[in-house]
């Protein structure tokens, strides 16, 4: 059989995506407006989650949202990383000149890790286990881009 | 082969149009607590498996199932996720009785969440991606879009309720007032149930027929809400629900059917293009659930039934074709009070989807309150005892149906 193109279609979509971030995640970004770091812990096992959330799914507990809330240093400690010779956010532009280096960072106190760049690195340095700290915006407006990423300690 | 299953509880979030105050495994994990709130004996430790689904990408969110899973307390435990556009919530229901019955060593309590957050995300684009998924269809068939745009149904669900309607209305001589009649009574029962999204205690017929058409026969006032919701549903063993609950809640029959192959506008080799109401699928699903539970005389066993119904019209039309009421008498049934609260055959006093219609959740949600209407804990409770109740969902473009038929005794056919 003969291949026959009778279709060809093309087409633009708009989708307008609104998330709800719910109640614990708001108290999260409006300590980050402050430029504090804040997560809540699980009463039965001690966890402490950062971002916040209502559940502890190791204990199956709830976690009340006007209690077991923590503030949290801007510290942690490197977990593990990766290094990319791409922009991070625009793969399909050429390679950038240095390397992008992200992160998971375990912030001091808390038992989960969160995930951003690493700043003012170079591959030579970074290495699991290192402190690093968080580098805050200069204008915090209560997003996520209130955190630049991570530097050096 | 096949145990007796059970359903020992079932719980709902509230709905509304925009739960802003929770992302989605919150909305989910509200729906749960309220499940097993209603079973003290019971932890989510003692959950064996679970199944859950919502509309694919309504929210705009893959595999929700996995970001839910501490949520839905399913960690480290079986968890599946089934998702069948508009019956989705029924055929979750279904999974986690085939669950049950399937009789796997150490699987005996088996959770079904269904959910949907309509507000998070675009539904027109959900929708879309269900159309657009019938369009790559129509597209082997060397249907090109500019055809197409000229055969497809009108917009979306009520694209295909309107041939529906018009189509039922003209075979049972009707007119828009019945329609507005079956609003009014869903409107008010929703009034009396604690979850329900649109509640209109003093909503009159004149009211309905006062806003402007949407597409003929349905006016504005007709349609179901869009709600931000969700439902679970606990299955058990017959064993295992004597010791969890009063009256538990035998699973009778299932079916879920499609009597023919139907593409939204075009494809529909059946009936379902040329008589739009004459729903064979829901006849062949009533069929089949009615013998596997036992039922000869529907009409005469069943004590209450919950309908998938978003437009009023689908509400009449179900009823007939599920062998509750004689072909078009079922508006009769609304103005002499059967269907009403206190009448012979209470029909969705939950106010049914045409109140309330988080997607995912909604064909589960018929079930659900069939279950709790036996068990006397529903939140509009019928007076009258339910001893047999169906919970029947509707989805897919034409013609997909949910049925499960429950009763207060263990009247399974088959072994």
């Known amino acids: ?153 | 082969m096949g145990r007796q299953v059970a359903i020992v509880s079932a719980g709902f979030s509230e709905h509304s149009s925009k739960r802003s105050d929770v992302n989605m495994p919150e909305l989910v994990n509200e729906a749960i607590i309220n499940c097993l709130k209603k079973v003290p004996s019971l932890g989510l430790k003692d959950i064996d498996a679970f199944v859950t689904g919502n509309m694919p990408a309504f929210e705009g969110a893959n595999m929700p199932e996995l970001w839910s899973t501490d949520w839905m307390g399913a960690r480290n435990k079986p968890l599946m996720r089934v998702t069948t556009g508009g019956t989705t919530g029924g055929s979750v229901a279904i999974a986690g009785y085939y669950h049950v019955t399937a009789g796997l060593p150490g699987i005996d309590t088996v959770l079904a969440i269904a959910y949907e957050q309509q507000s998070q995300g675009d539904t027109s684009v959900g929708l879309a991606s269900t159309a657009y998924g019938e369009i790559s269809i129509l597209n082997t068939l060397g249907i090109d879009y500019d055809s197409l745009s000229r055969i497809l149904s009108a917009g979306a669900a009520i694209g295909v309720a309107a041939y529906q309607a018009t189509n039922y209305m003209s075979k049972a001589r009707i007119t828009e007032e019945d329609l507005a009649r079956v609003v009014v009574h869903n409107r008010r029962n929703a009034a009396k149930n604690w979850w329900a999204h649109l509640k209109m205690p003093d909503l009159t017929i004149e009211e309905v027929l006062d806003t402007p058409y949407v597409q003929y026969p349905l006016r504005y006032g007709m349609l179901c809400p869009a709600s931000d919701g969700a439902c679970a549903m606990l299955f058990t063993t017959e064993e295992k629900a004597k010791d969890m609950c009063d009256i538990p809640v035998y699973v009778n029959g299932v079916a879920s059917v499609a009597n023919e192959s139907a593409v939204l506008g075009y494809d529909g080799s059946g009936s379902a293009q040329t008589d739009p109401s004459a729903q064979i699928g829901a006849m062949r699903s009533s069929e089949l659930a009615y013998s596997q539970a036992g039922i000869s005389f529907p009409r005469k066993e069943i004590d209450y039934a919950e309908v998938y119904a978003p437009f009023p019209n689908q509400e009449l039309m179900w009823l007939e074709k599920l062998g509750l009421f004689e072909e078009t008498t079922a508006p009769e049934m609304y103005k002499n009070g059967t269907t009403a609260l206190d009448g012979d055959l209470p029909v969705n006093c939950s106010g049914g989807v045409n109140s309330t219609n988080a997607i995912g959740a909604s064909a589960m949600e018929r079930p659900a309150v069939a279950a709790l209407q036996i068990m006397g804990k529903a939140d509009n409770q019928v007076p009258k005892t339910v001893h047999t109740s169906i919970g029947h969902g509707w989805g897919g473009s034409l013609n997909l149906c949910t049925l499960m038929v429950m009763s207060d005794e263990q009247k399974r056919k088959w072994r």
């Open chain 1, 1 to 153: 059989m003969t291949e026959k193109v009778i279709v060809s279609n093309k087409g633009l979509v708009r989708a307008d995506f609104n998330f709800w971030v719910g109640k614990y995640m708001d108290k999260f970004y409006d300590g980050l407006e402050q430029k504090k770091i804040v997560g809540n812990k699980c009463s039965k096992c001690g966890d402490v989650f950062c971002p916040p959330r209502s559940v502890c799914g190791k204990c199956n507990e709830n976690l009340p949202l006007d209690q077991n809330w923590v503030d949290l240093p801007e510290s942690g400690t490197l977990q593990n990383y990766t290094i990319t010779p791409y922009k991070v956010t625009d793969r399909r532009t050429r390679k950038v000149k240095d390397p992008q280096l992200i992160a998971m960072v375990q912030i001091d106190g808390s038992n989960t890790a969160i995930v951003n760049r690493l700043l003012n690195i170079t591959p030579d340095e970074i290495k699991i286990g290192m402190k690093v700290k968080v580098d805050w915006s200069e204008k915090t407006t209560g997003a996520p881009s209130d955190i630049n990423g991570f530097v050096k300690v």
